[in-house]
């Protein structure tokens, strides 16, 4: 398909057990994003990557979250040593990353964590 | 700061009535965009409609339309003829200074 894919789309895993997030974004897009949403509320942002330029990891919650993006394509969110807090659905988006008001984000069907 | 608010937690229209969600926002940017999603219980975001800070014109996309008032900063959407499958979170989001921010959202229940 030509939207945003990410895998798995659940996810259930014990307490202190590290797991991988992966988003596929939309061809064409360099810019992709990654949002965290808890049960019924917003979005929280995690990361950012732009290109080959440094990520923007200013939303990362901890040193047990980290995000790496291959070859400017897929992109995989780890997390290390998982807590119940870590519990949500993981959200990735891609956008053009044209500079100005105009990126559009365009979203993937997210990945449901459950920590038990 | 850059900050994008949504009030109204939940709402409820009537079907086939039209509703406003409110959105109000603050940027420096001089170069700003909105954005209205739409978040159904199946979870996924649903880019519905853009307006560009310079744009004249109020956007519009079929049912969906937004209200932009400049000088107030608020970018209300409005849907015409709610329909059952309206029913959904909604949040609005901003890009400003190459950053995206979110709304809390507002869940919207369209009645029969």
């Known amino acids: 398909g030509a939207g945003v894919s990410q895998s798995p789309s659940n996810k259930v895993t014990e307490k202190g057990k590290d797991v991988e997030l992966r988003c596929d974004p939309i061809s064409g897009h360099t810019a992709l994003y990654w949002y965290r949403q808890s049960l019924g509320q917003g979005l929280e942002f995690l990361i950012y990557?732009?290109?080959?330029?440094?990520?923007?990891k200013s939303g990362l919650p901890s040193d047990r979250f980290s995000a790496e993006r291959t070859g400017g394509s897929v992109s995989t969110l780890t997390i290390q040593r998982t807590q119940q807090e870590d519990s949500a659905v993981y959200l990735c988006?891609?956008?053009?990353?044209?500079?100005?008001?105009?990126?559009?984000?365009?979203f993937g069907p997210g990945t449901r964590l459950t920590v038990l | 700061a850059q900050k994008i608010t949504q009030t109204q937690p939940g709402m409820f229209v009537q079907e086939k009535e039209a509703v406003t969600l409110d959105c109000t926002y603050d940027?420096?940017?001089?170069?700003?965009?909105l954005f209205w999603y739409k978040q159904p219980s199946s979870g996924e975001m649903i880019f519905l409609i853009y307006q560009g800070s310079y744009d004249q014109q109020n956007a519009t996309e079929g049912r969906y339309s937004l209200n932009f008032q400049k000088a107030r900063k608020s970018a209300n959407l409005v849907i015409s003829a709610s329909q059952l499958g309206d029913s959904a979170m909604y949040f609005c989001a901003m890009r400003g200074f190459n950053k995206f921010y979110f709304g809390s959202g507002t869940k919207l229940n369209v009645k029969p």
């Open positions: 988006a891609s956008s053009l990353g044209l500079a100005g008001p105009t990126d559009t984000q365009y």
């Open positions: 940027t420096s940017d001089p170069s700003y965009g």
């Open positions: 990557f732009q290109g080959n330029s440094a990520p923007d």
